[in-house]
């Protein structure tokens, strides 16, 4: 199998059927390359290099993608299992509190027989010395617990927990060294437990609070985490900054007066200054535990959802569904800017913001440019296609472009192709600096689109033109101003090649990277794309290039048809023209025929026009000026019933006909060298035409080369016939006989 075989298999495989071989435990790389590599070439060796770097590339994109598609289930798998630790915990602190209480009841009596037995000692002598022991613990007991009740009720945090961490302490020394009886540890314990969790309900009430924020949260948030309830302890602490958030998107909230970039900036601020404080001190009381950080992650999206749907709804949406792109941008660099600075603290949410912003770019995009598209039709309806330059106001250089420099290489337009310049430039500017949308693939096909339908307003600006259905479908029935004159007809081309090969693609150089001061990227920086977004800008200008093609062959082709044909529809360029020199009995005066005059009073008109409308660009002037001739002179070599009757018809071709006709090939040779737009494809159908008319003589028995006269006669007559033309000729001391085929020597012209 050759290697374009085999790229060419490769290419109708998936990525995951691709990358199969390279997942395989049993890949030996070396013996990959010499499989590949053994038998290449140079360029086959560069395409395989060229492949697998595309393989890499689409691999990095296929675990960026397969992280970002798992991530979301890791987040919830750890939700889900820090909330049930959390019931858990719940759930026991519940179990010791009934504990508690049925202590309690059952002990109760208890308690107040001893309480009673403590107060009445000296009336009733019942109790023994062990007796006597146990009412000094339980005496011990109640006023540690009324002390702490005391501590919980004036919320001295600090000493409460110092006392349950005393109480803990005893429980542990009594447990250990017996010195309680077993009711009366349980007992203890029990009420530590309720006390315990009723200190954490009273801090979690404090958390609530709108004036707890700061240290006095952070450290409210640390005492329930150290009381043993940290699940619940980070659930109050982002609760406490969603609280906050809450009420500062009320004091910001949007009214029909606001303007979007400011209010983009306030809420933009707010939402992601307040996620990197809850960050903060999610990492200052529980460091980087999987499960809390996951949470705060899972918070942190779900606030950036939040505010990307207001912010859409009131901001973006509005304004995307208008067209104003500039806003959307604006808005979403705003964000994109606020949000990249979290990446550090390992919060990546831009995929968030762009996930719910882009569809309404999108819309804003291809608002755009329909707007482009709209404004370009509406202004070649009443252009006048005269070139100027621009207004200053009007001119599409950014602010940092200096004024003099901007005059300087500014292009002279019609008013449309200005106004199309313009908002082209404008669009780029604002797709530019969205590179995390990764829009300027699609900013570039949209721009060839406006530009295509612009070309397709141009060739209908063409009087005659034929509207085809190519063409149709690009300018729909739009009105469009006829180009009445050569100047006219010469300023749309300018238009369409100017802007294809300068103004378009100066355009989109705002796209890369280097180019945009003001770009906020979502992600890290990465390697720069140029390699690969240049390319793409070479195929995006080939394919304008073919657009301004398809006016320029619309203008050949109308000019060279009002050579060809009269106003009622007459083939003036006919065999007549020749065939009728031998039958008629006047001395033929040798010169071109009329209708090569004319054509070439054409291009001399259009040279000088085109002189000063192409200037640094004289190529597109030789090669429209070179197209147009082969236009005209291809017509005739393709003319079946032309050559037909200089071929089969009743009169034959004859010596003088045929003397005419090699003339007037050789001084259309001529003018278009001395122009210097005699193509090669010109010169070898002139030669091909000359030669089937010679053997069109040939047939009728007639040696053509005995009654041809020697090419320095053709090329002397052709060159007077120049000079008459364009007013340069001096005959005063001239002789009528100069110009006579019997003036010079008869020779073959075999090598011809």
């Not at 296929?62 to 598609?69: G, L, P, Q």
């Not at 000692?121 to 010395?129: G, H, K, L, M, Q």
């Amino acid at each position: 199998m050759s290697i374009g075989d085999s790229a060419e298999l490769e290419g109708n495989l998936t990525l995951s059927d691709r990358l199969k071989l390279f997942k395989s435990s049993q890949f030996n790389p070396d013996g990959y390359l010499q499989s590949k590599c053994q038998n290449m070439t140079e360029k086959e060796i560069k395409h395989v290099c060229s492949s697998l770097m595309e393989l890499r590339k689409a691999s990095a994109e296929e675990m960026r993608k397969s992280v970002y598609a798992n991530y979301t289930a890791f987040i919830r798998t750890s939700k889900e299992i820090s909330v049930l630790e959390g019931e858990l915990l719940s759930m026991r602190n519940l179990l010791s509190t009934q504990a508690a209480l049925v202590h309690g009841l059952a002990e109760g009596i208890i308690f107040d027989s001893l309480s009673t037995a403590a107060e009445d000692s000296e009336e009733e002598n019942i109790y023994d010395v062990e007796d006597t022991k146990l009412t000094k613990t339980d005496k011990w007991f109640i006023e540690f617990l009324e002390n702490l009740e005391v501590l919980l009720a004036e919320k001295r945090v600090e000493e409460a927990m110092a006392a349950l961490d005393e109480g803990e302490q005893i429980a542990k020394e009594a447990n250990t060294k017996h010195t309680v009886s077993p009711d009366a540890l349980l007992r203890l314990k029990n009420a530590l437990a309720v006390l315990r969790q009723k200190l954490v309900d009273q801090l979690a009430e404090a958390t609530c609070q709108p004036f707890t924020r700061g240290a006095e949260l952070r450290s409210a948030v640390f005492a329930i985490k150290k009381l043993g309830d940290g699940p619940r302890a980070h659930t109050l602490l982002l609760n406490s900054h969603q609280q906050t958030l809450q009420r500062g998107m009320q004091s910001l909230r949007p009214s029909t007066t606001s303007y979007g970039g400011a209010l983009t900036s306030g809420l933009s601020q707010l939402v992601f200054s307040t996620i990197a404080q809850a960050a903060s001190d999610s990492l200052a009381v529980f460091g980087e535990e999987p499960a809390y950080s996951s949470e705060l992650v899972t918070w942190a999206a779900k606030q950036t959802e939040i505010f990307a749907l207001l912010l859409k709804r009131h901001v973006i949406a509005s304004s995307a569904a208008a067209g104003s792109l500039r806003v959307a941008t604006e808005c979403i660099q705003i964000c994109l800017g606020h949000c990249s600075l979290l990446e550090a603290r390992g919060l990546a949410l831009s995929p968030v913001l762009l996930r719910l912003f882009r569809p309404c770019v999108e819309l804003a995009f291809n608002a755009n440019l329909k707007r482009i598209e709209q404004s370009s039709a509406a202004l070649a309806a009443a252009d006048d296609w005269v070139l100027s330059y621009a207004p200053v106001s009007a001119r599409p250089f950014s602010s940092t472009s200096s004024l003099s420099n901007a005059s300087i290489s500014q292009p002279k337009l019609s008013s449309s192709a200005h106004r199309f310049n313009s908002m082209v430039h404008g669009f780029m500017e604002d797709v530019g600096p969205l590179e995390s949308l990764q829009l300027d693939g699609p900013a570039l096909e949209g721009v060839l689109q406006v530009f295509n339908s612009y070309v397709n307003l141009l060739i209908n600006a063409l009087p005659g033109s034929v509207e085809t259905e190519e063409n149709l479908e690009g300018s729909g029935s739009k009105i469009v101003r006829m180009a009445e004159n050569e100047s006219q007809q010469l300023a749309l081309l300018a238009n369409a090649s100017l802007l294809a090969d300068e103004l378009l693609p100066r355009a989109a150089l705002k796209l890369l990277p280097s180019s945009q001061s003001n770009r906020v990227d979502a992600t890290p920086k990465r390697a720069p794309d140029s390699q690969t977004r240049l390319p793409k800008q070479r195929e995006w200008k080939k394919k304008l290039q073919r657009s301004v093609d398809r006016l320029r062959d619309s203008f050949c082709r109308q000019h060279a048809l009002d050579l060809i044909f009269t106003d009622d529809g007459d083939i003036r360029l006919n065999a007549e023209i020749y065939i009728s020199l031998d039958g008629n009995t006047e001395e033929a005066e040798w010169f071109p025929s009329p209708i090569f005059q004319e054509l070439f009073e054409k291009l001399t008109r259009m040279a000088s026009i085109a002189t000063d409308m192409f200037v640094g660009r004289e190529r597109f002037a030789t090669i429209l000026l070179m197209r147009l001739t082969e236009t005209v002179i291809l017509w005739l070599s393709d003319d079946q019933s032309f050559w037909e009757e200089i071929e089969q018809g009743p009169t034959p071709l004859g010596p003088l006909g045929l003397q005419q006709f090699y003339l007037d090939m050789e001084f259309v040779m001529i003018f278009s060298s001395q122009g210097r737009y005699l193509s090669r494809n010109l010169q070898q159908v002139i030669k091909n035409i000359i030669e089937r008319a010679i053997d069109a003589v040939t047939v009728t028995g007639i040696d053509p080369y005995s009654v041809l006269p020697e090419d320095d006669w053709f090329a002397e007559v052709a060159q007077i016939a120049i000079k008459m033309l364009t007013g340069k000729a001096n005959f005063g001391n001239m002789d009528r006989d100069a110009i006579s085929p019997t003036a010079s020597s008869v020779v073959s012209h075999g090598s011809n």
